[in-house]
């Protein structure tokens, strides 16, 4: 069978493809995220951010702030569609860029649940580590975050203590956030040193800022001044309002989507009149308020909804994005757990996300879980196949295969299906495809033990590649003077 004619009009797709909305629909939350900022505004808890917008052309009224279109466009044209992130040693390792997909983990959980005792405890600055290694292990998960906030450490300093402590457990890329500019300055100087400086980390960025305003439409000064900052140094930053339709933002999801894409427009603005083409990624976590328990909920159908329909408004204005997947409100390992994870994993793959994290987060992101990372590793690798499609094309429909075989025949001898089974299919590490007997044979074991075993095994036997000594006392020298700083101002 031969196709060498060309087809009027014809389609071919090259993955799957999956739309909440139309390119006018964007357009019409993107004019009224438009609208907003300039008639309605937003307040900024930054003097010296008020003062950069307000010599962008930005109407300034004490801290009250409207954003003319004209400025905001602007904006929009300088920002970069395209961000590149190596890993730690300086390797191009994710390309946000197209329909490029990549997961991780999520920040700052306010509790850890331990993968060896089962005990859901306060986090460790040890946990970042943990978190780090198991990342760097696991093939689908591309970056790491901190999966959460260390206790044990000076609290003003656990964004820094845990920066370093990823920094040294991975070299996949790393994105973190920040209390404050000084601890952003921190860890940019520690990933100056070990990317061999300024000038290196802004050719090759390993890790990316984070940082979140105060929806609706408030940015406060440790948010605002963040995007400030990262611009200022050329370090990508994420900036990302998180947002409960019905609570912060309407409870209509397409007014939910306008102030979330007012806020991101915010902290679009101020970076980009800092440094116009620095890298800015646009999102966030946006999901409905349960009304029976006043949660924001990580598994309800409306945070895959609101994300993808993001993601469309993202790519529409040419920003990367950054969504939510992978993630449950169930408080242990079970069905609930499964089902909310997988599935938020498969939309959040398909809408194209340039990022999507939080693929630790369990209890509507009270809890971060290193088993719930395990277990993502999985689900994600089925998204990908799925992502993947289906290749069409004389070859991949093997007629001709097919008449040799004839009917009544079968296709396991054939080279066809020596040269294509591992490609097309996808085998899986935790989920159980065996017999009956033989499933009893090896244990019975549920999914649940499986996971937790390959979770520990992982943190007993995985090698990091070490950074040399000059450098890890160089970042031991920048932590210290941080922790001089900090005990000055108490």
Not at 475 to 484: F, G, N, P, S, Y
């Amino acid at each position: 069978m031969k196709s060498n004619y060309v087809k009027a009009n014809y389609d071919v797709n090259q993955t799957i493809n999956f739309r909440v909305l139309s390119d006018h629909q964007c357009e019409e939350i993107y004019l009224a995220a438009l609208e907003v900022l300039e008639y309605t505004g937003a307040v900024i808890h930054s003097e010296r951010t008020l003062e950069i917008l307000k010599k962008g052309g930005c109407w300034v009224d004490g801290n009250h702030v409207k954003f003319p279109t004209k400025v905001v466009e602007a904006a929009v044209r300088t920002a970069p569609s395209r961000i590149a992130i190596s890993d730690r040693n300086g390797k191009r390792a994710m390309f946000l860029e197209s329909q490029n997909v990549y997961f991780g983990p999520g920040p700052s959980n306010t509790y850890m649940l331990d993968p060896e005792t089962g005990e859901r405890r306060r986090p460790r600055v040890a946990d970042a580590a943990r978190v780090a290694k198991l990342c760097d292990a696991l093939p689908n998960i591309d970056y790491v975050m901190d999966s959460g906030t260390p206790m044990d450490v000076t609290p003003t300093l656990a964004d820094v203590h845990s920066f370093n402590q990823m920094v040294r457990n991975t070299t996949k890329p790393i994105i973190h956030w920040g209390f404050d500019e000084d601890q952003y300055n921190d860890i940019i100087d520690m990933a100056e040193v070990i990317a061999g400086g300024p000038e290196e980390l802004s050719k090759n960025p390993f890790f990316i800022l984070y940082s979140e305003p105060s929806p609706p439409l408030r940015h406060s000064h440790e948010a605002i001044d963040k995007a400030v900052a990262a611009a200022k140094r050329d370090i990508p930053v994420i900036y990302v309002p998180v947002n409960f339709a019905g609570g912060t933002v309407p409870a209509t999801m397409a007014g939910a989507l306008v102030c979330s894409v007012a806020d991101s427009l915010v902290g679009l603005v101020a970076n980009q009149l800092v440094r116009p083409g620095s890298g800015f990624i646009m999102g966030g976590v946006i999901t409905a308020m349960d009304m029976s328990s006043t949660i924001c909920s990580y598994g309800a159908p409306e945070l895959s909804l609101l994300s993808a329909a993001l993601t469309n408004v993202a790519r529409y204005i040419g920003i990367p994005m950054f969504s939510t997947g992978g993630c449950t409100d169930a408080k242990m390992i079970d069905a609930q757990w499964a089902a909310e994870a997988a599935f938020s994993n498969l939309l959040a793959g398909l809408s194209g996300a340039s990022l999507v994290h939080d693929c630790n987060y369990m209890e509507y992101g009270n809890t971060g879980s290193m088993d719930l990372l395990t277990i993502n590793d999985e689900i994600i690798g089925m998204v990908r196949r799925i992502m993947k499609g289906i290749k069409v094309d004389d070859y991949q429909m093997a007629v001709d295969i097919i008449d040799k075989v004839g009917p009544g025949g079968h296709f396991l001898g054939e080279q066809h299906t020596m040269e294509n089974f591992r490609k097309e299919f996808w085998q899986p590490k935790l989920m159980n495809r065996l017999r009956y007997d033989e499933w009893k044979a090896s244990g019975a074991k549920t999914m649940a033990q499986r996971v937790n075993e390959r979770t520990r095994e992982i943190l007993a036997n995985h090698e990091v590649e070490p950074l040399p000594k000059s450098v890890t006392d160089k970042l031991d020298a920048i932590i210290e003077k941080a922790e001089q700083r900090e005990a000055s101002k108490r």
